[in-house]
């Protein structure tokens, strides 16, 4: 019997993403983590991601134009983003708007998953058009108008365009591209492995993509990021920080950004992503919500041993970027499609329909009890 949660129980072949959590490791097809940061794009890892392989300068290429050329929203998806603007919740309105992408998808076909290369292309295009979806959705919330997406710019530097409006700086695109190659991908966890027993079925990639949104939204996976900067907010200043982690600690409470399934010693995305928060907020001219981050990292290690996590340092590196809270998880979204379509590629190449099995802990066989003698 595992130990609940599926925890080290190994549920498929996989040559994506491997990770060592005693050693603190992450690699995306071999290459490691700090590598893909240090060198890469997000561009880069998807193809990496997708094909197994880095590109060549004439693939790298070919992908970065097709996805400045596809960025654009159909007519149908632009009144959609409208209307979810309105009433929807970020998350709410990412998970609808990518399911009626395949609705909107001129090659929909219910049953062309087996179609490699057509699910392919449909990758390719939710990568372009998800963070168009956001910044659209997220420009329209706060009530400024829609900035259009600019095809000179690459995928980083254009969602931080269509978010604020103004070009962003080199090193603020080189960071925001970083923390999109550092969420691109991560193994089985949640979200991924519901895109891969929803892939199983064969149904199409929008579904399985769409599932996996609708698992990143929960608070314990990517849902986490939002609500570390709303406790960051609602702490306010570095001498709240010892009372209020330990009233969160005597109530029993999770703290949002710590603790890992997998990770037991570092998380190698935590570490890279700290010195980039103290780079962004250097660059911003505010180091507030990085000391801040630093200090309640220090006193919660005080009081238990638990890794930060992804979460944890990418909410003040985004409040950093001038990018509103809500919309931190749609981010998260926005760059794990390249892992996801990844897994539902690989999982439609050698599918086999996942089926597993339950160990029955509930009653005996029992007879029928008419209603009136219940
Ligand atoms: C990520 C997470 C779900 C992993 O959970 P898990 O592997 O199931 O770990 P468990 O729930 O078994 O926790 C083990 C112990 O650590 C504690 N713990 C784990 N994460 C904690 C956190 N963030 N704050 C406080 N205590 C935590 C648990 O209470 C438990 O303590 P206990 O044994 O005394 O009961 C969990 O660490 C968590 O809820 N973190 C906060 C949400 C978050 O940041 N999610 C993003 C993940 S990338």
């Given at each position: 019997m595992s130990k609940g949660g599926l925890e080290d129980v190994i549920v498929a072949e996989s040559a994506i993403c491997s990770i060592d959590g005693a050693a603190g490791t992450l690699r995306y097809c071999g290459y490691s983590i700090d590598d893909l940061v240090a060198h890469g794009s997000f561009p880069e890892c998807a193809w990496l991601l997708w094909h197994g392989q880095l590109p060549n300068a004439q693939e790298l290429n070919g992908l970065r134009a097709t996805l400045r050329a596809r960025r654009d929203l159909s007519e149908g998806m632009n009144f959609l983003v409208h209307g979810l603007a309105e009433r929807a919740a970020p998350m709410d309105a990412l998970r609808t708007a990518v399911s009626a992408m395949g609705i909107d998808d001129e090659t929909t076909d219910g049953n062309a998953p087996a179609d490699l290369d057509l699910s392919q292309d449909r990758a390719i295009r939710m990568m372009a058009q998800m963070p168009v979806l956001v910044a659209t959705y997220s420009r329209l919330r706060e009530g400024k108008p829609v900035v259009p997406p600019d095809p000179d710019l690459d995928e980083a530097a254009n969602f931080l365009w269509m978010m604020r409006g103004e070009v962003p700086s080199n090193a603020e695109a080189k960071a925001f591209d970083a923390c999109l190659v550092m969420h691109a991908e991560h193994g089985f966890n949640a979200s991924t492995f519901a895109a891969r027993v929803v892939a199983s079925t064969l149904t199409d990639i929008y579904s399985a993509v769409s599932s996996a949104i609708a698992s990143l939204k929960g608070p314990l996976h990517g849902g986490a990021n939002t609500r570390v900067m709303e406790m960051l907010l609602e702490i306010g200043s570095e001498d709240r920080v010892t009372q209020w982690v330990d009233d969160a600690l005597a109530r029993k409470e999770r703290i949002m950004g710590f603790g890992h399934r997998v990770y037991k010693t570092t998380d190698p995305r935590a570490r890279i992503l700290e010195q980039l928060s103290e780079q962004c907020a250097e660059l911003a001219g505010n180091r507030l919500w990085f000391e801040l981050s630093r200090r309640v990292q220090a006193e919660v290690n005080a009081r238990k041993p638990l890794v930060t996590n992804v979460d944890f340092f990418s909410a003040s590196t985004y409040y950093a970027m001038?990018?509103?809270?809500?919309i931190y998880t749609p981010i998260f979204a926005l760059a794990r499609v390249a892992g996801w379509t990844a897994h539902v590629l690989e999982q439609y190449r050698n599918n086999r329909l996942m089926r597993p099995r339950a160990a029955w802990v509930g009653p005996e066989p029992r007879s029928w009890v008419p209603v009136e003698a219940r």
């Open positions: 001038g990018l509103s809270p809500e």
